[in-house]
């Protein structure tokens, strides 16, 4: 018997190993959606991962639809998402914190101004402030980049920098941040937004609370301590449903350390071990 049981559970470990995943959602997270894919399947034979972006918001619907086991998300599920998830499931889906992210603001690379208060992005994204000049910088147009309403950096921004107001007119409505990071790398007065792992070729901004309040810089020891100003952490949805095998196996090992050297390899930030 004690035989026959080895066997089952060695063919059922194959099984899930040889289950293909998908993951859909934050644009935020495919660049570590992808490099966590790519190792995880170097040390899993058979396992098979598709990782794509569209927004958090495109990730949940995939999620409530049945079209992807796992959504990545740069944002909290919304109380309107979960109540839609028991209304059709019976039961909310399992959330999982991954890895910490500190929300950049990026300007291009021959921009002089190195530091803006959340009270003056409020102003330049919703179209008060026009010209750098007015921030200490060149006089010069600034030209906003964003991301698309289903993004969750867009409702992350909106809600945290701009107050629950509307972004400007003029704002360059971009499908992802690598598009934002292109944009403003050729843009003297671009200004945009994203993950602090992404943004090669562009500057990233220090950012204070208040006008008169010290400017952090997004990094590692700053986001530990809790001092930058626009911290988030970044999420892994399943429904209760699929969160077991293959799926479940996967989920804890990007929360493992091998998962999170991962993390900290991309350019985003490991949680500690009292936060797993």
């Not at 060149?138 to 992350?156: K, M, Q, T, V, W």
């Amino acid at each position: 018997m004690k035989l026959i049981l080895i066997v089952i559970l060695a063919t059922a470990a194959i099984a899930a190993q040889a289950q293909k995943i998908t993951v859909k959602g934050s644009d935020t997270l495919v660049i570590l959606g992808q490099r966590w894919a790519a190792t995880y399947t170097k040390t899993h034979p058979g396992a098979t991962l598709q990782v794509t972006g569209g927004g958090s918001g495109t990730g949940f619907a995939a999620l409530l639809n049945g079209s992807t086991d796992i959504c990545n998300a740069s944002r909290e599920m919304k109380l309107g998402e979960i109540a839609e998830f028991i209304k059709k499931f019976k039961v909310r889906p399992h959330e999982y914190k991954v890895a910490f992210d500190a929300l950049s603001v990026y300007v291009n690379n021959d921009n002089p101004v190195n530091k803006l208060s959340i009270p003056q992005l409020e102003k330049i994204f919703t179209g008060k402030i026009t010209n750098w000049k007015q921030v200490g910088g060149p006089d010069l147009a600034i030209s906003l980049y964003g991301r698309e309403n289903s993004s969750g950096s867009y409702e992350f921004f909106k809600d945290h920098v701009l107050n629950g107001k509307d972004f400007a007119a003029a704002t360059k409505t971009m499908p992802g941040t690598a598009a934002i990071i292109h944009g403003v790398a050729h843009d003297k007065g671009g200004v945009g937004y994203g993950g602090i792992a992404y943004g090669k070729g562009v500057k990233h901004l220090k950012i204070s609370k208040t006008n008169n309040s010290d400017a952090i810089e997004p990094k590692e020891a700053t986001v530990y301590d809790r001092t930058y100003p626009l911290l988030r952490y970044l999420y892994n949805y399943v429904s209760a449903a699929k969160d077991t095998g293959a799926v479940a196996a996967y989920i804890a090992w990007c929360i493992s350390d091998a998962g999170q050297a991962v993390v900290h390899d991309v350019g985003y930030v490991p949680l500690s071990k009292n936060m797993r």
